[in-house]
């Protein structure tokens, strides 16, 4: 059987990415001051209400969640998420300081934005990581106490889409609501791994004769 697993540099260059690609979709949403869920949404919404920055919220709000995924996941997920939270973190301040949007439609930054993030997820998916936090909470809440991950996820993430009408316009939580949809639509379509399963190469009537003329030692 072939080995699957991606080396050590193929994971970090793919994070690598796929923390640029959030970064870049979290720096859309700032600019037109919108909303996203998860620990992410967390710490843009904590922005909206005290002068901190993004990246060290999202940063510290990460950190108390690491022991349950070396605990309960593995040991490669807990570093692969470090480095993805923590790409994240130093790409989503470094990132204004070369971007510069003058102007930009918010419907626009919320679907582009929801789909850089979701495909930066994706990847993360697929290299045996995730933006850390609620999602790992999530995961230990289901295997602990039966609390389907997905309940819970959409819980916690109607909570927050909730408390930003008390700081952003209702109009923007709305889009920031189709934001959410449009980085769900992406994961959810894509993550599929039974979908993407390579064929087996087929064997030509020459090599099933060879097969016969020369059988395996058992």
Not at 92 to 113: K, L, M, T, Y
Not at 117 to 135: D, E, N, P
Request: contains cysteine; aromatic residues 14%.
């Amino acid at each position: 059987m072939n080995n699957t697993s991606h080396r050590v540099y193929e994971d970090v260059f793919a994070l690598l990415c796929a923390g640029l690609f959030i970064a870049f979709g979290i720096f859309l949403f700032q600019s037109q001051e919108l909303m996203v869920g998860g620990a992410a949404g967390l710490a843009l919404l904590t922005t909206y209400i005290a002068p901190l920055d993004f990246g060290l919220l999202f940063f510290l709000i990460n950190l108390p969640f690491y022991y349950l995924a070396w605990r309960h996941i593995s040991k490669r997920f807990m570093i692969n998420t470090f480095i993805s939270v923590t790409t994240v973190s130093l790409f989503s301040e470094w990132v204004p300081h070369f971007v510069d949007i003058s102007r930009i439609d918010p419907i626009f930054a919320a679907v582009f934005g929801g789909i850089l993030i979701g495909v930066g997820m994706l990847i993360m998916f697929r290299h045996s990581s995730s933006l850390g936090g609620l999602g790992i909470l999530a995961f230990y809440l289901q295997s602990r106490f039966n609390i389907r991950a997905g309940t819970f996820q959409l819980a916690v993430d109607t909570c927050i889409l909730s408390l930003s009408f008390l700081y952003i316009d209702a109009e923007l939580v709305l889009i920031s609501i189709l934001a959410a949809f449009c980085l769900n639509m992406v994961i959810s379509l894509n993550h599929r791994p039974e979908r993407y399963t390579l064929p087996s190469v087929k064997k030509s009537a020459a090599d099933d004769d060879a097969d016969h003329l020369h059988p395996q030692n058992g």
